[in-house]
């Protein structure tokens, strides 16, 4: 079992930033890979972008690249989402999602363990 937990959300204005951060604990093994996915009211919840703890590639949508970096957090087991020029259609839960295999993966159905979740608000 892999637990994770989310923080950092917030409201913020168009082009602002935010950082979010996922800490996990649990059964670690090689080839740990952590997404974050996003879901807003009445949409399916959909990829931003992953990263691959052990070697660190990372993959991100077409409607973040640019914008997001996902990375190292500063502390330990952390992972996070650094969100810059920030656009009202980001405005969502987020939430970080966690499996283990070889390759990045964007699909939501993959990912075994999963946050709780945290809100951003983001205001025009």
């Known amino acids: 079992q892999v637990q994770l937990v989310e923080s950092g959300g917030g409201l913020v204005q168009a082009g602002g930033s935010l950082r979010l951060s996922c800490i996990f604990s649990g059964r670690i093994y090689r080839n740990f890979m952590l997404g974050w996915f996003r879901q807003s009211p009445e949409k399916e919840r959909e990829f931003v972008a992953v990263?691959?703890?052990?070697?660190?590639?990372?993959e991100y949508a077409d409607s973040v690249k640019g914008r997001f970096t996902v990375s190292r957090g500063d502390a330990k087991n952390t992972v996070a989402l650094q969100m810059d020029s920030l656009r009202p259609e980001d405005a969502a839960v987020y939430y970080c999602a966690a499996g283990h295999g070889i390759e990045a993966v964007t699909s939501r159905l993959w990912y075994p363990y999963w946050g709780q979740g945290t809100q951003v608000t983001v205001s025009s």
């Open positions: 990263f691959s703890w052990t070697g660190g590639a990372t």
